[in-house]
């Protein structure tokens, strides 16, 4: 069973960068779609930025030209750079397929600070 474990999260001032990691216990990367979630108190998770089953990338279009979503098939790690941060990214962040089938791991909570 793959289980998935987010890290990188942290506290930031606005404008600044983090670099998000989801490392997978098991042979992921069979799995072509993957993508990266979020979630704030009391709302739906929701995609922030994830790769097709095609290949192509998807993201939110509140994170269009800020965030970017690699992958390291050697590794098992599907990362998201995140550039230019601002307070409303402030959430606890999940990796998982697009669309989500596996289960969810514990995230990683990012803070930006105003």
């Known amino acids: 069973q793959v289980q998935l474990v987010e890290s990188g999260g942290g506290l930031v001032q606005t404008g600044g960068s983090l670099r998000l990691s989801c490392a997978a216990s098991?042979?992921?990367?069979?799995?072509?779609?993957m993508g990266w979630y979020r979630q704030a108190p009391g709302k739906q998770r929701e995609l922030v930025a994830g790769?097709?089953?095609?290949?192509?990338?998807k993201y939110a279009d509140s994170v269009k030209g800020r965030f970017t979503i690699s992958r390291d098939n050697a590794r098992n790690t599907v990362y998201l750079q995140m550039n230019s941060l601002k307070p409303e990214d402030t959430d606890v962040y999940y990796c998982?397929?697009?669309?989500?089938?596996?289960?969810w791991g514990k995230g990683t909570l990012v803070t930006v600070s105003s």
């Open positions: 098991g042979t992921i990367f069979s799995i072509n779609a």
């Open positions: 998982n397929a697009y669309p989500p089938w596996l289960g």
């Open positions: 790769f097709t089953s095609g290949g192509s990338t």
